[in-house]
């Protein structure tokens, strides 16, 4: 077999920059008290290390002291001495040995006194450290609060925690000599760690970080980007909030009379049963700050009767039909008086329940640019009163949420507010006594500009061979890889080698029923690394070589990570070289998809003369850097692109231009097309068209053009022999479909259907987690450290330091501020860890998932307290990592200053691969 792999780096980036130049954090720092403590650790350090020597040279005048008069009393002095000296402890008196040890050694003498007076200096010295911090903490408080008035950081704070921000006002309105009460502290905690996130942090909400649209120009390795400083909100109604009015609408008898009703699509009958597709959804919890309904899909049967056949054939008949219209079909058919149709009710009230006819109408779809006039516009087509009159509220909203971008704080807050209050009226009229809003009414994204540029050569690398290395062993850490081998694996098993599947739906069902349900729960509990720190294999109840493959290559990682790490010395980085990721990728190779888009995000360092490229996540998909972002460039520049054939479509700017692109890197005689998952549960998974086709599961409706829609009964399954891969095909378009999943919620969130299918997309999820299986480093009071890790220029792995929270200085009840600040100094200075890092606290010693690093200035009195309150208890875990890039290696600059921030880009990778024995898939 013989492969021939084609690699190229994507000419588009999305850059994601922190909304506060890094230097505006600098005035949060206690400069003096910080040059204080520097200067104490330093004199420490020397006096330590002067009194230790001083201390053995002592040893020796002790027997020379027991032949003078009052020997007893002179040996208990130097003794008493020379303990003070070796634990660098001022001694309660000094003044009557001193000249015991001028007669046996005046050098000695001499430098005892140089010690003994440079050890009252630092006494001093430490003294001095409590009215310096309390003088700079309260300018450092007077420079919190002018920061905590910046428009973007209040904009973004009125949307992630309304309740902080209201709180902010009386914090803010301090005298700035009085010091914030307890409930005061707690608030100025959580504000720091908002301007924290908004300054040193790069996740797109709002306004604390915006997102500008760039292009890669050849030639040249300069990282310069420079962004404007004028941003533009683009705000949506959370979809959440409709959703809500949906249910209410068809839960009320009197109002769903008039909606339009379809069958399900995809249902199918045999002579006993109806089969279909049901959903479920599970209402997410209002209350939270970030929420969303949860959507499950399974095969459903329902008993045939003479009822549901007829129902079912008058409704095959029409593209819809309204409830009422329904209801009465129904109750003429049995033959019920006009003024009965309860019974008639209760039928087509159970079909709506059970999914079998839906209203897909009140469905937010995918492709939205703006839910909320989507929405309302299906109201105004149902012709009723009840929906205009609802449109005319819902259109109050809109009105509002088109004035929010442009407003000041002041008037967002009142925008806020308002718009709660007409939704929650809006919410009145469908009957909804105990129906709620979520938290968050609003999502919005900051458009940080859409024509920034950056060379080529700034990330592509060094030949722009170490990305492209570090992506063969990508699919070690898949998380999604055993998954999609099983799935060949059961479909092999069941169809054999070139074995064909026309029933899609059926293998779907089979597969969950007959083995992945429980598949799932086994691996679910899979630990990678056992309690011996050993590898723990995949569950591979199939016996399939493939799965074996990527034991061995994770194994072969684990070993050359081992190896690295014996051997390595000192403080510098361990290297993977080129042998390393050979060996490990060899084992890997053969796994390899032929149509491999994958996103990474990347940040670019300066560290000394060698640029770096920092890797912080890799996906594999197609457009994920940017299908969040379509609706932030719906129009090119402000306008269509010249040129462009709308074709009347109100469709332009960077969705189109994606799906151009797209249509071009599809393999020759396939077809990309898009599974949604179904209605949208989140403003997470709202993007533009950006496939030419779209894969419409069992329930789902499309509103791409008909010719454009690839029905589930349209796809087969088969496996190609001659490259060894399952190919999914559809039978109108006699092509290979190939699934691409565009949505920001994980594959795992999504209905099983799409779910399954997805299993043969090239989504994938590889969080680089290198030191898995790696022993650690022996521990220095508590801590234990771990070197930057890299291959060339790229860094997989950042600097750490690990510990518990009870080796932490703690700070003692009713001692000096300043003490504690010293503490953290000393602390950082005896395990080497830098000025400024993130620090990731958990529960446990073992942690837990969930936990987001913060950040950490040591400088900053008010920065130790906020981590300090992180920790809740002595077995807590805390990892600490470098910041890197540094403040000084940043390469983002605006008019404010040098700002944080993260490059999303893409790599295309083709692979042929063919035998001698056998042709190629046909596609």
């Not at 430490?126 to 310096?132: D, K, N, S």
């Not at 994920?624 to 609706?631: A, E, G």
């Not at 332009?652 to 799906?659: F, N, P, S, Y």
Request: contains cysteine; proline residues 6%; negative net charge.
């Amino acid at each position: 077999m013989t492969d021939t792999v084609d690699w190229q780096p994507g000419r588009r980036f999305l850059l994601r920059v922190a909304a506060l130049p890094v230097e505006s954090m600098r005035s949060l720092r206690c400069h003096e008290t910080a040059r204080w403590a520097e200067d104490v650790v330093s004199a420490e350090r020397s006096l330590r290390a002067r009194g230790q020597e001083l201390s053995e040279t002592l040893h020796s005048f002790v027997p020379a002291l027991d032949r003078t008069e009052g020997a007893a009393d002179h040996r208990r002095a130097l003794l008493a001495l020379r303990r003070d000296l070796f634990n660098n402890r001022a001694p309660a008196r000094s003044d009557g040995v001193l000249p015991l040890l001028a007669p046996l050694d005046a050098s000695v003498a001499e430098r005892t006194r140089q010690w003994l007076s440079d050890r009252r200096a630092l006494g001093e010295l430490e003294g001095r450290g409590q009215a310096l911090l309390e003088d700079e903490l309260a300018g450092t408080r007077t420079a919190l609060r002018a920061l905590l008035r910046d428009e973007r950081l209040r904009n973004g704070l009125l949307l992630a925690s309304p309740t902080l921000d209201a709180h902010l006002e009386p914090y803010l309105c301090l005298e700035a000599d009085r010091a914030p009460d307890k409930r005061m502290r707690k608030v100025e905690r959580s504000a720091l760690s908002y301007l924290y996130r908004t300054a040193c942090k790069t996740s797109p909400f709002s306004t604390f970080t915006g997102v500008a649209l760039g292009t890669f120009a050849e030639g040249g390795d300069d990282p310069a980007i420079r962004v404007g400083s004028a941003w533009q909100g683009r705000v949506r109604l959370n979809v959440v909030v409709l959703a809500r009015f949906a249910e209410l609408i068809m839960a009320s008898p009197e109002l769903r009379t008039g909606l339009p009703v379809r069958l399900a699509s995809g249902w199918a009958g045999d002579e006993g049963r109806v089969r279909y597709v049901r959903r479920w959804v599970t209402t997410g919890d209002d209350s939270a700050a970030v929420t969303f309904d949860a959507v499950k899909d399974r095969l459903f049967f329902l008993r045939r009767s003479g009822s549901l056949d007829r129902l079912i054939a008058h409704m095959s008949e029409r593209s819809e039909v309204r409830y009422q219209e329904l209801v009465d079909w129904l109750r003429g058919e049995h033959g019920v008086p006009e003024d009965d149709s309860q019974l008639s009710d209760t039928y087509v009230s159970a079909l709506l329940q059970l999914g079998m006819i839906r209203v897909p109408c009140l469905d937010v779809d995918v492709h939205a640019s703006d839910p909320l006039d989507s929405f309302m516009t299906a109201l105004t087509a149902l012709r009723r009163p009840w929906a205009d009159d609802l449109a005319r509220r819902l259109a109050g909203a809109a009105a509002l949420i088109k004035q929010y971008p442009t407003a000041d704080r002041v008037g967002r807050s009142h925008l806020v507010r308002r718009l709660r209050a007409v939704l929650e009226q809006a919410l009145e009229p469908l009957g909804a006594r105990d129906a709620s809003l979520p938290q968050t009414l609003l999502y919005e994204d900051a458009d940080a500009g859409d024509d920034v540029t950056c060379a080529l050569g700034a990330w592509s690398g060094n030949g722009r061979r170490a990305l492209r290395d570090v992506e063969r062993v990508l699919p070690a850490f898949d998380l999604t890889l055993p998954q999609r081998l099983t799935f060949k694996g059961f479909f092999l098993a069941r169809y054999g080698r070139g074995g064909r599947c026309d029933d899609l739906l059926g293998l779907v069902h089979d597969f969950h029923e007959d083995f992945f349900d429980q598949y799932i729960s086994f691996t679910s509990k899979r630990t990678a690394i056992d309690a011996r720190g050993e590898y723990v294999p995949e569950e591979n109840w199939l016996g399939l070589e493939e799965i074996r493959a990527l034991d061995r290559g994770r194994t072969a990682f684990i070993d050359r990570m081992r190896d690295r790490w014996a051997r390595h010395a000192g403080d510098g980085d361990i290297e993977l070289t080129e042998a390393d990721i050979a060996e490990v990728a060899s084992h890997l190779d053969g796994l390899r998809t032929p149509f491999l888009p994958q996103s990474h995000h990347v940040q670019l360092a300066a560290d000394g003369d060698a640029p770096l490229v920092l890797l912080n996540r890799s996906y594999g998909g197609l457009s994920f850097p940017f299908s969040r972002f379509t609706h932030v460039w719906d129009t090119w520049k402000g306008e269509a692109r010249p040129g462009a054939d709308t074709g009347g479509a109100p469709e332009e700017g960077l969705a189109r231009v994606l799906r151009e692109e797209s249509a071009r890197r599809t393999p020759e005689g396939a077809v990309l097309a898009e599974l949604t998952g179904g209605p949208v549960t989140s403003n997470l998974n709202l993007h533009g068209r950006l496939t030419d086709y779209q894969i419409v599961c069992p329930g789902e409706a499309s509103t791409v053009p008909e010719d454009r829609r690839i029905h589930f009964d349209d796809l087969s399954l088969e496996h190609c022999e001659a490259e060894d891969r399952l190919v999914m095909r559809s039978a109108r378009l006699d092509a290979e479909v190939v699934p691409v999943y565009l949505g920001y919620l994980v594959p795992l969130a999504l209905p099983e259907i799409p779910r399954t299918l997805l299993l043969l997309s090239p989504t994938s999820m590889a969080p680089l987690q290198v030191w898995a299986g790696v022993p650690s480093g022996p521990a220095h009071e508590g801590v234990t450290r771990r070197p930057r890790v890299r291959h060339r220029e790229l860094v997989l792995s950042r600097r750490s330091w690990t510990t518990t929270a009870g080796a932490l200085p703690q700070r003692p009840a009713g001692r000096p501020a300043a003490e504690t600040f010293l503490a953290w100094q000393r602390w950082r200075h005896e395990h080497a860890v830098p000025e400024r890092v993130f620090a990731t606290v958990s529960g446990g010693p073992r942690g837990g998932a969930g936990a987001k690093p913060q950040y950490v200035d040591f400088h900053s009195h008010l920065s130790l307290t906020a981590f300090e309150a992180l920790v809740k208890s002595p077995e807590d875990r805390v990892e600490l990592r470098e910041m890197l890039p540094a403040e000084n290696a940043l390469h983002v600059m605006s008019d404010e200053g040098s700002h944080v921030a993260e490059l999303a880009v893409e790599t295309f990778t083709s692979t042929v691969r063919q035998t001698t024995e056998s042709t190629p898939c046909p596609r």
